[in-house]
Each structure stands twice: as structure tokens, then as C-alpha cells.
């Protein structure tokens, strides 16, 4: 079987021990030669993710194309579908999502919580009356997102007060933007689902994510919380991934509040930073699983194989071609510690260049806390 990928990153990169012990091969389409997958691709098509020429082109070295990033041409896709080229998941199944405006409407109209939301375009701008209310229903602090094309935070802004909005929204210019309420979470969740071409769904452990400026930090493996929640949780995942007739991984991001109440936050059609953690501590990837799901085979098996997990991102802070090789190392020799390079030739302030998973022989918030501070006492020292 082979595996068509559009994007490069770490994401497809991690595909690449799974896609070995499955037999497959992974083709893949970014317009970068220096992208961590070109370098464990069998195959790759230097081309602009969108470029849907390219795609005709890689569809025709592969069995099915998959994504690793949401920055799809769905339009420009479409007529390949039409030709009987086999997306997974099918790009039905990725139009109510990469919009954030869209994606909030179709998760409201399923019946699953989400925080009070309202899109911002063009006819709201020169309704400047209907603009105020709807704002001050929304209240302040309030989120401004990029509907389109966010991801580590970037397109996404929390802002206290009416100048503050006015600044943002002068800053975005004309781009369509999602206004929701602030939520003033008490933990932040996150689940990974899959769901097979037979539609079977399996769902990894509930795990709790920590942000830092919007982008995800460190996650704690299980998430300590009821028994009620994480059924509830795996409810809303089943219900999703059933409603959408979904085929691969998804990662979902939710709200704990400070009343006990999920909210979505958001949907990830694909592999997700969250999910990291399962290629050390669960007896199935989320990348194995991906793969599985894509290729039409049996989902594995998504439980834990240890008591719990820390996974810390390691983010670059400086500008420059460091390796961080000596910390890399030091990581990696603590007991049960698994360090995962991805291979990247710039290091830049905040950007993903790897991340580290430690195993726990119990499932313990305090002591996964406290794991991670110690992870990441010696990457930032
Ligand atoms: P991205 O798609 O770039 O990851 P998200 O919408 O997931 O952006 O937001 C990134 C982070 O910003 C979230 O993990 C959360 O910490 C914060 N955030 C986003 N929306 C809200 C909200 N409505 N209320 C409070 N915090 C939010």
C-alpha cells in the first residue's frame, strides 16, 4: 500500500516507523526539501500544499491521500474526487471543518457544546449597530480567530477591552474572522479518536494539554478526571466522527470549566500535537492508527501500556542552526524517557523542533507536573 501525504512536517514524519512495520510506503507533496518528511519518504513532489496539479500527480504513485496539515484547496481537490482519486478522509468530511466558523456551526447543530460564538464579516462590519450587541453579547475579554489557516495560536488573539478589539481588527484587515466568548477554563482536554472505513471508532485515554501564548506546552496522560467526564468525552468523539462518516485520527481540544462543563474547543481532522504521547506509552500510535484507518485496515488497540505519560514540546528559543544535541541527550537519558527529533534545519522561538515523552509507572497529575518541570528545567536552562 501506498500512502499519499500532503504536507511534510512532523506529523507525516511520524508516520514513518508505523508505515515500516506495516509494509507501507509514504509519499509525500510540500513544497520544502528540508521538511522533516522528506527525509523518510520513499517518494517526494516538491510542490505548494495546495497545488493541486501536484496532487493529481501524487495521486497517481499512490493508493490514498491523506493530509497532515489543514491547509487544503478543497475546491481545487474536488474535481480528483470526482476522477475516483480516494481521499481519506474524504473531503465531505473536511469541508465543515477548516473553516473555525463553519466547524463551530456544525458542532452546535450536532448537539455538542461550544462556547457562544459569532462570525465577523463583511456585512457585520458595515452594520455597525448589530456589530456592538452582538460584541457586548459575547462580553470582554473576547477571542478574535482567523477563521482560516490558525494553527499553534497564530490567528488567534484574547482581547480585554473595545480599543484593544479596534487595534486586532484594523491589524486583520479584511479577513474573515470568528468572534467567541473568553472561557475561563479550569484545565484544558483533549481526546484522540479514529474511525475505521467499516466505521468502527476507538478512542485513546482523555488527556489534560497545557498552553503557554496559545500554543501547546506539555500534556499529562490520563487526564485526572471522573469517570462521568471521560464517558462524556468519548460520547461527544463517537458522535462526531459518526456524524461526519470520518475515516483516519482526529484530534479534538475541549474546555473543562470551572462548573464542570466540557466545550469544544476545536477539531483537528488529523494526527494532533495531543496525541504524541501514544507513540511511546500506547500499544497503537495515533500515526499507526492513522495509517491503519487510511489503508482500510483493523483499528489497534488505543489503550495505555503504562500507568501514564508526560510528553513536553521541545520549542526552539533562540534564532540560529543549533542542534541542542547535549540536551537532547541529557533528556534522553533519564529513565523511561523518549526523546523524538524531528530533524528541522532553523530553529526560531517557539517552534516545534521535537518533543520528549517520560512513562509513569502510576497514573499521577502531581507527579506528571512535576516530571515535566523537571523535562523542562533542562531544556530551557
Ligand atoms: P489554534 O487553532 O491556533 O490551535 P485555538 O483556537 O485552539 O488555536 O486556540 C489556542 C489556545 O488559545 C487554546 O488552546 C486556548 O488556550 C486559547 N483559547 C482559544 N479559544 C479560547 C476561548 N474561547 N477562551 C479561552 N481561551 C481560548
Known amino acids: 500500500m501506498r500512502v499519499g501525504v500532503i504536507g511534510g512536517g512532523q506529523l507525516a514524519w511520524m508516520m514513518a516507523g508505523a508505515a515500516e512495520k506495516l509494509g507501507m510506503v509514504l509519499v509525500v507533496q510540500t513544497p520544502h526539501a528540508n521538511d522533516p518528511a522528506v527525509s523518510i519518504a520513499a517518494d517526494t513532489i516538491l510542490a505548494p500544499i495546495n497545488d ?3 496532487t493529481a500527480i501524487l495521486a497517481t504513485r499512490c493508493d490514498v491521500i491523506t493530509f497532515e496539515n ?3 484547496n478543497l475546491e481545487a481537490l474536488m474535481p480528483l474526487a470526482q476522477q475516483g482519486v480516494c481521499f481519506r478522509p474524504g473531503l465531505s468530511v473536511l469541508a465543515p ?5 463553519h466547524q ?3 458542532l452546535r447543530d450536532l448537539g455538542l457544546p461550544v462556547p457562544r460564538f459569532v462570525a465577523f464579516d463583511e456585512v457585520m462590519r458595515k452594520e455597525e449597530q448589530n456589530t456592538q450587541s452582538k460584541i457586548e453579547e459575547l462580553g470582554f475579554p473576547v477571542v478574535v480567530k482567523a477563521r482560516r489557516h490558525g494553527y499553534d495560536g497564530q490567528g488567534t488573539f484574547i482581547v480585554k477591552d473595545k480599543d484593544a478589539l479596534e487595534v486586532i481588527m484594523k491589524r486583520l484587515g479584511q479577513s474573515a474572522l470568528l468572534l467567541e466568548e473568553f472561557i ?3 484545565r484544558e482536554l483533549a481526546v484522540i479518536a479514529a474511525r475505521s472505513v467499516t466505521g468502527k471508532v476507538v478512542v485513546y485515554p482523555v488527556v489534560e494539554t497545557q498552553q503557554e501564548e496559545q500554543v501547546c506546552r506539555r500534556v499529562l ?3 485526572e478526571i471522573s469517570l462521568t467526564l471521560a464517558v462524556e468525552i468519548e460520547a ?6 459518526d456524524s461526519l462518516e470520518a475515516v483516519g485520527v482526529f484530534g479534538i481540544e475541549l474546555f473543562l470549566t470551572p462548573s464542570g462543563k466540557i ?3 476545536e477539531v483537528s481532522p488529523r494526527t494532533h500535537n495531543s496525541g504524541h504521547f501514544t507513540l511511546d506509552a500506547c500499544c497503537t500510535s495515533q500515526f499507526e492508527q492513522h495509517l491503519r484507518a487510511v489503508s482500510g485496515l483493523p483499528l489497534g488497540n488505543s489503550s495505555l501500556g503504562c500507568g501514564g505519560a508526560v510528553m513536553v514540546n521541545l520549542l526552539g528559543y533562540e534564532y540560529g542552526q543549533n542542534d541542542y544535541f547535549a540536551k537532547r541527550q541529557q533528556l534522553s537519558q533519564l529513565p523511561q524517557s523518549y526523546v523524538h527529533w524531528y530533524g528541522k534545519t532553523e530553529s526560531r522561538p517557539g517552534r516545534k523542533l521535537g518533543h520528549v515523552t517520560v512513562l509513569l509507572d502510576t497514573p499521577s497529575r502531581s507527579e506528571a507536573q512535576a516530571c515535566a518541570h523537571n523535562l523542562e528545567s533542562i531544556w530551557y536552562r
Open 104 to 106: 463551530r456551526c456544525y
Open 70 to 72: 489543514e491547509f487544503i
Open 221 to 223: 496522560v490520563p487526564a
Open 52 to 54: 493541486s496539479a501536484a
Open 97 to 101: 471543518l477548516l473553516d473555525k466558523y
Open 236 to 241: 461527544i468523539a463517537r458522535t462526531l466522527l
Open 184 to 186: 475561563p477554563f479550569e
Open 263 to 265: 466545550l469544544v474547543n
